[in-house]
């Protein structure tokens, strides 16, 4: 028998396009002489719909786009994702996948295991399914399970991705218990860097101990701050990995379920990954909001460079601009390693002096502020005017303005509401400054497209005379081993000191990092591809007075 993974690429609530995909990717599927075509979950709305799912005609309408599917299904058997009303208890929806036949609806299948951990809150919408049954294609028996319902299994460790979380309820098991020959998955599951090595190495672990064979199909694209990776798979009953889509693209894959050919298990390049999540985040957040262009500030630092960078490859270079805006504290190498990127980039770079506009904006402050010493206003005086500048841009030519602040800098709130955090898109919003090197160095391993001085120099928002990052910052490499404990392993300020970081520094960091929320909670859309990023499943009251 012959399975195709439809791993495809939809628009969340374009429900006529989506469901258009999955019907040509079930003809390619048929015409491959694939038995059985599977697709993601909620393929047909895509994932993740949040509160859309609160209008019930997006529901009938994914509801006759589902029909419109069943019509398409001549001499092939569909498995796919969508959304269905829970008529006992209204106005709760099932998240369920539909088994299909030769223009029949076969069996409907729904989600058990609703998770609300992170960037997720099913049990918001959903109804849990009260029971697992299997469906039979040909002579063979295949159970169907929805993302979260493959990851209960008692026999399989956790880790922590999903913090050992038990459900009283273990879908696999019911359908183990069945007799069951196959295991569908049918997922949604977000790229997070290292998610993928405990991804593989669980259901290869689950496939081995009960001896089934598991096809496992994974959505992909980028939906506002979440990339799904794809990278669909199959393992045999000895857990073997016999198939691998491709990563971070669309892919119909035609797997023989019979195939004695047996891949190397798969390994995650954690640098190259990252660049394509972010890549592809970019990419379809700006076509799937209606965009083709940008403009990017460049201020000649490693942030703005890999920024643009990153958009040059999403979208080409014609649709990238630069726009450098030197102040008086800029140095000459900032302004001409803003060009010597533009030129490696084949991007456009504009020059737009802010030095008479800050000027003007000082004398007129001056009988408001007459006396007082020069501090931090003036500095952040220099980001908003750069900001009014990006805006103007994107107001003139329909450009989408992406921000260029790190992890680090937004953890800490070295950044400027209102300044240097305005804007559509956070590119680099949750990789910490550590990782934007790696990553930076990694672009640069065949060849020089962000400048090397770019990267070598020490960092500085250059708003003061001789001014760095370390002058109100602890050093990168120290901050960002104390961020990831407190932010993404969630450890407590004791915690961290027991790892051996000196008390003072780390109590500092922890205050800082919770006193900034309010602008945190100011910032455009970021791209997820940390356990734990700012936005989207981290939510921290502004107004508290919880101390570390």
Not at 22 to 28: F, L, N, P, S, T
Not at 135 to 152: K, L
Request: negative net charge.
């Amino acid at each position: 028998m012959k399975i195709a993974i439809g791993q495809v690429n939809p628009t969340i609530g374009q429900v006529g396009a989506n469901t258009d995909k999955i019907i040509e990717y079930i003809r390619k599927a048929r015409d491959s002489n694939a038995d059985l075509v599977v697709f993601p979950e909620m393929a047909i709305i895509g994932y993740p719909p949040m509160d859309l799912l609160e209008h019930r005609k997006l529901i009938k309408d994914n509801l006759e786009g589902l029909q419109k599917i069943v019509a398409a299904s001549k001499d092939i058997y569909v498995i796919c994702g969508y959304v269905d009303f829970d008529a006992d208890n209204p106005p709760m929806l099932f998240n369920a996948a539909a088994f299909i036949h030769d223009g029949e609806m076969i069996s409907r299948h729904y989600k058990t295991l609703l998770p609300t951990y992170d960037v997720f809150d099913e049990q918001r919408y959903f109804s849990p399914a009260k029971e697992q049954h299997t469906v039979m294609v040909h002579e063979t028996s295949i159970g169907i399970t929805i993302c979260e319902d493959i990851w209960n299994d008692m026999s399989v460790s956790g880790d922590r991705f999903m913090e050992n979380r038990r459900y009283s309820v273990d879908p696999v098991q019911n359908l183990l218990d069945s007799d069951v020959e196959y295991i569908v998955n049918i997922s949604a599951s977000p790229y997070v860097k290292g998610k993928n090595t405990m991804k593989w190495s669980r259901i290869s672990k689950l496939a081995g101990i009960s001896g089934v064979p598991v096809v496992y199909v994974n959505q992909v694209g980028g939906n506002d701050s979440l990339v799904f990776d794809g990278n669909s798979f199959m393992v045999n009953k000895k857990g073997e990995f016999t198939a691998m889509a491709s990563g971070f693209e669309e892919e119909l894959l035609v797997v023989d379920l019979e195939s004695k050919n047996l891949l190397p298990s798969p390994l995650e390049r954690d640098m190259e990954d990252i660049r394509k999540a972010l890549v592809l985040g970019i990419r379809d957040y700006i076509h799937k909001c209606g965009f083709s262009q940008v403009v990017i500030g460049l201020s000649g630092g490693i942030d703005s460079a890999l920024t643009a960078t990153l958009a040059v490859e999403a979208l080409g270079p014609e649709n990238v601009m630069g726009i450098t805006m030197p102040s008086k504290y800029s140095s000459k190498g900032s302004v001409d390693h803003s060009f010597m990127l533009g030129k490696n980039l084949g991007i456009s770079v504009e020059s737009v002096p802010i030095k008479k506009m800050y000027d003007l904006f000082l004398e007129e402050l001056v009988p408001l502020m007459k006396g007082l010493p020069m501090d931090i206003t003036e500095e952040n005086l220099q980001a908003r005017i750069r900001s009014n500048i990006i805006m103007a841009v994107s107001n003139k030519f329909g450009r989408l303005p992406l921000t260029t602040g790190n992890k680090s800098e937004l953890a800490m709130g070295y950044c400027t509401i209102y300044g240097d955090m305005a804007g559509g898109l956070a590119v680099l919003s949750d990789l910490p400054k550590t990782m934007v090197y790696s990553l930076s160095r990694h672009i640069n391993s065949e060849r020089e497209i962000i400048p090397w001085e770019t990267i070598e120099k020490a960092p500085s928002a250059e708003l003061r005379e001789n001014q760095k990052d370390e002058d109100s910052l602890p050093p990168y490499d120290l901050l960002d081993q104390v961020l990831e404990l407190y932010i993404e392993r969630k450890c407590s300020a004791s915690e961290i000191i027991e790892e051996g970081f000196q008390e003072e520094m780390v109590k500092s960091i922890l205050k800082t990092v919770d006193r900034n929320e309010y602008k945190r909670r100011q910032a455009p859309p970021g791209i997820k591809v940390t356990s734990k990023a700012f936005g989207i499943g981290r939510r921290i009251p502004i107004a508290q007075k919880y101390e570390q």
